[in-house]
Nanobody, 121 residues
Framework: QVQLVESGGGLVQAGGSLRLSCAAS????????MGWFRQAPGKEREFVAT????????WYGDSVKGRFTISRDNAKNTVYLQMNNLKPTDTAVYYC??????????????WGQGTQVTVSS
């Protein structure tokens, strides 16, 4: 059974940083694009970032460009999201996804359960 398990969420003050991790099990995604998405209360799911299978190409949503960095370690079957200079508007549940279409992950075949990120002002 394929599982994506996110970790690293929590409460942080504005201007702070968090690093999210997403560990995959059940199959390898070393040849698949992976991504991060988020959903705030009362809002639609929003694209955050995607990364190609090699890690050589990345794409970001406009609201996080220059602040967030997506990366991956195929040996660990894990994708990361480094989030810097966090803002209260970044508050959301963050979801990891795998086997995504590029560049913006309009379709992903596997999803994690999500991890809450709360940024206080």
């Amino acid at each position: 059974q394929v599982q994506l398990v996110e970790s690293g969420g929590g409460l942080v003050q504005a201007g702070g940083s968090l690093r999210l991790s997403c560990a995959a099990s059940g199959r390898t995604f070393s040849r698949d694009a992976m991504g991060w998405f988020r959903q705030a209360p009362g809002k639609e799911r929003e694209f955050v970032a995607t990364i190609s299978w090699s890690g050589g190409s990345t794409w970001y949503g406009d609201s996080v460009k220059g602040r967030f960095t997506i990366s991956r370690d195929n040996a660990k079957n894990t994708v990361y999201l480094q989030m810097n200079n966090l803002k209260p508007t970044d508050t959301a549940v963050y979801y990891c996804a795998a086997d995504c279409t590029l560049p913006y992950g309009s379709s992903c075949n596997y999803w994690g359960q999500g991890t809450q990120v709360t940024v206080s002002s």
